[in-house]
């Protein structure tokens, strides 16, 4: 399994629970500072993390995102 977390930044209010709603986020959550917004993911192979940011872009009111890769 890996696991990641990706920042984003969004003006939406209701970002944290839209990320919820994509599939390998098992906990998302508002945050005060440069970013709006954190979703944790799981995957089971590190390919899969592009596919889950890419759907996370997709979603209306996302700005930009930024992905930190677990490192074990």
């Given at each position: 399994?890996?696991?990641?977390?990706?920042?984003?930044k969004?003006?939406?209010?209701?970002?944290a629970?839209?990320?919820?709603?994509?599939?390998?986020?098992?906990?998302?959550?508002?945050?005060?500072?440069?970013?709006?917004?954190?979703?944790?993911?799981?995957?089971k192979?590190?390919s899969?993390?592009?596919?889950?940011?890419?759907e996370?872009?997709?979603?209306?009111?996302?700005?930009?995102?930024?992905?930190?890769?677990?490192?074990v």
């Amino acid at each position: 399994m890996v696991k990641a977390v990706v920042l984003v930044k969004s003006p939406k209010k209701l970002i944290a629970a839209r990320l919820r709603m994509v599939k390998s986020v098992y906990d998302s959550f508002a945050v005060s500072g440069q970013f709006d917004a954190v979703a944790l993911i799981d995957v089971k192979e590190l390919s899969a993390i592009k596919d889950v940011t890419t759907e996370i872009q997709n979603i209306k009111g996302v700005e930009r995102t930024e992905t930190l890769v677990q490192v074990v």
